[in-house]
């Protein structure tokens, strides 16, 4: 029998023999080396055969692991990758079938070490670069395995992390081995993706860093202990560095919905962490792609808990600040949009009370102040956005946030009623705080491009609104627009400071564009800082905002016609305080006066006129040693110092503006405008922005007085007006602005939609008409006096009458053009 073996096992195939003589006889001692460096030869030089020794090594390990002889498994393992690392041939990819279903055999297994030894394996060959490729392989048991030995569950703590860590390795082996392989499986397609990102951010969070890393690679040493964490994040950045533009949305796709399932975007940290990550992974170009991945999410949880909310919308605001190298976009407007959207549901919500009124089975209870995180969450991730924008582009976002400000106009009404107010209100504040977010940084060379006159139209006729709030945004707003050096902070408290080279104030020459823009918009802007002043609401903050606007208008817009104006501008303000028609309250007059004082203190300096400087530093010392509460030291202190005696003030404490028209006429300035007090122009601004001025039913009146009383008549007594006549008035101009409007909109559709024939016809009756009225002006023009015989009669005794010249006619200004 022994004999008869023998014979039999030498008739056994060579490939079979070469395969047996590697494992010893006690698995103690390993893989016999010698005979493996024989198989090997032969796998190189047979490589037909290479098959049949990976089919017949297959066959040795399944029936070891069912023996549990773990020793021979890990030989077999160990011979295989040997192999796989030594032989490249064509016939590789049969090999590769047999290697790959004893790796799922031993991922199977419920011993982890077999699985390890398995993951480690397949790592191995997932680094091999194959000559030939492979038309039918699939990855989909290892992607779901790999995937779940990421969410191992071991008792074991040791065991449970080298289980977690052999799946991520698994897991990034199958990314390396399919990613740039076309005709391998799309390791894109939402079926891998969504269990490849949520395993690996599942370990992501798991993390035992009591500080937070930089998401920056750049950052990260080789020396670092390794753990699930850091092993997960490395796959992480490899899989997204590996995205193509298509693959984007597929890739992030998963890492929202985990961020929704474990309740992970109200701490915000590990999802403004994982953002992080992927901003800094993907290539730059694609960033974008992910901003709008996290708006349309956005959306799709508008009815979410405000702290959700909010914390998608912080992420947007760190993503949109990695994104610093370009636009977020092709749709640039869309972005801000969608944030303008949700700003207004979130107001709507925090008034209402309710995210939906037709929710079945009741309604989610609102938190306010949750609803105020998110605003202001939402309003500075608006100047995040916007800080990575080029100039021109943030221009067009402020024209079109501005555009969305519900502002009092006869094109746009508000919204009425108390809960109509609110919201209205509201709706402005919080347009009004992104809109000064933007602002804020803004730099333009060209202030007339960059600010047109829709936009400042609608932003100046908020200064006009009763709301004190309101009015301070705008006027934040405009210092964020004309501070262009960094003045800004350095005018934040107001005072008269006697050598102002201390603040080290950056100034440069006036552009030619900032002249164009002065002469186009000064007087508008001159007119709302001088109705403003006269609120009664402003506090302290209202009069540094004026005193700031005022003094960085000088610094840099400021030739010698708008100093001109300007100082002119502060003795109305002065005149306001002193003659008091609107009724001031006793610390608004006294403000006004430590205003003027401050900022004539200011130009004084800046001219270096030493006459003009002498007068002001006179009025000022006089005022402090009689008036110190006409100063801003005493009255912009924490205790102001405010005196009642306010109607009889000596014209030694006031600036006088005589002399200063004088004193700096003489060096050249015009001193007849300066001699000439300032009075606004008062426009249908007023009416518009409900407010009720001195101005306006002056106005009124004697526009109703010259109506009523004809020339050469004896005038009548002036209407009394009431609030009914003011009602009338108003609602009579709307009803003829209206008329007008549909009258000019029929003109214009009948030119448009008109045969030609009907217009052709109408403008010949019209030309006709028009010819007939010109010969009647002609004939009474040429027609000459009657003499007082009637006729002159010519040397032939024939009547003939005077013939006058074209040139010497006298035609009605109707005639001339």
Partial sequence: MTGVCGCCGALRPRYKRLVDNIFPEDPEDGLVKTNMEKLTFYALSAPEKLDRIGSYLSEKLIRDVSRHRYGYVCIAMEALDQLLMACHCQSINLFVESFLKMVAKLLESEKPDLQILGTNSFVKFANIEEDTPSYHRSYDFFVSRFSEMCHSSHDDLDIRTKIRMSGIKGLQGVVRKTVNDELQANIWDPQHMDKIVPSLLYNLQHTEEAESRSPSPLQTTEKEKENPAELSERCLRELLGRAAYGNIKNAIKPVMIHLDNHSLWEPKTFAVRCFKIIMY???????????????????????????????????????????????????????????????RLSIDYALTGSYDCAIIGGTKII?????????????????????????YQRSEVMLFIMSKVPLPSLHHPLDTGRAGENRNRLTQIMLLKSLLQVSTGFQCSNMLTALPSSFLDRLLSATLMEDAEIRLFVLQILISFIDRHGNKHKFQTISTISDISILKLKVDKCSRQDTVFMKKHSQQLYRHMYLSCKEESNNRAHYEALYSLLALTSIELANEEVVVDLIRLVLAMQEVALVNEDNLPLYNRCALYALGAAYLNLISQL???????????????????????????????????????LDRLGPEILFRQSKISEVLGGSGYNSDKLSTPYVPQLTDEDRLSKRKSIGETISLQVEVESRNSPEKEERAPAEEITYETLKKAIVDSVAVEEQERERRRQVVEKFQKAPFEEIAAHCGARATLL?????????????????????????????????????????????VY
């Fill in 281 to 343: 992974s993907i290539q730059p170009q694609y960033s974008h792609l992910v901003i709008q991945q996290l708006l349309g999410h956005l959306d799709a949880n508008s009815k979410s808990a405000a702290s959700v909310r909010a914390g998608i919308v912080e992420v947007l605001s760190e993503a949109a600040v990695i994104a610093a190298s370009g636009s977020v976009g092709p749709t640039v407007l869309e972005v801000f949009n969608t944030l303008l959207r949700q700003l």
């Fill in 367 to 391: 938190k306010e102040h949750e609803e105020r995180m998110f605003q202001e969450a939402v309003i500075k991730t608006t100047g995040s956005f916007a800080s990575t924008l080029p100039t």
């Fill in 607 to 645: 001219t270096t006129v030493p006459a003009f400087c002498q007068h002001i530093h006179e009025v000022i010392e006089m005022r402090q040693k009689e008036a110190p509460y006409l100063l801003p030291e005493g009255v912009f202190a924490e205790k102001p110092r405010l005196s009642r005696n």
């Fill in 771 to 815: 010819q007939s009225k010109l010969n009647q002006i002609f004939e009474i023009t040429i027609r000459p006096p009657p003499s007082p015989s009637g006729t002159i009669t010519a040397a032939y005794g024939q009547p003939q009458s005077h013939s006058i010249p074209v040139y010497e006619m006298k035609f009605p200004d109707l005639c």
